[in-house]
Nanobody
């Protein structure tokens, strides 16, 4: 299974971006998908999670500005980021908790990062 993240770029403060993370390969089910970010010189931190039943959870820093969603048919999760701030500048990664069969336990797999730069 591979996760392919895309959609990063340079945006001015107050602007918006939408990130995508597409899972490919042999996928039986996706238990959850989480977006993480790693600001320059800092640790990677969780941003938003969506579970198989559609439940969502957000970091306090992005609540009300970011929205996570998914398209089950495409095995793709999105992160809509509005009202972006310079402090949102980071490399954004997606993490999938994925099962490849009904009998295998879920395992975690990371996508490559996509850089988001917010200018002031």
């Amino acid at each position: 299974v591979q996760l392919q993240a895309s959609g990063g770029g340079l945006v001015q403060a107050g602007g918006s971006l939408r990130l995508s993370c597409a899972a490919s390969g042999t996928i039986f089910s996706i238990n959850a998908m989480t977006w993480y970010r790693q600001p320059p010189g800092k640790r990677r931190e969780p941003v938003a999670t969506i579970t198989s039943d559609g439940s969502t959870n957000y970091a306090d820093a992005v609540k009300g500005r970011f929205t996570i969603s998914k398209d089950n048919a495409k095995n793709t999760v999105y992160l809509r980021m509005n009202s972006l701030k310079p402090e949102d500048t980071a490399v954004y990664y997606c993490l999938g908790e994925i099962r490849v069969s009904a009998t295998d336990p879920p395992y975690n797999t990371w996508g490559q990062g996509t850089l988001v730069t917010v200018s002031s």
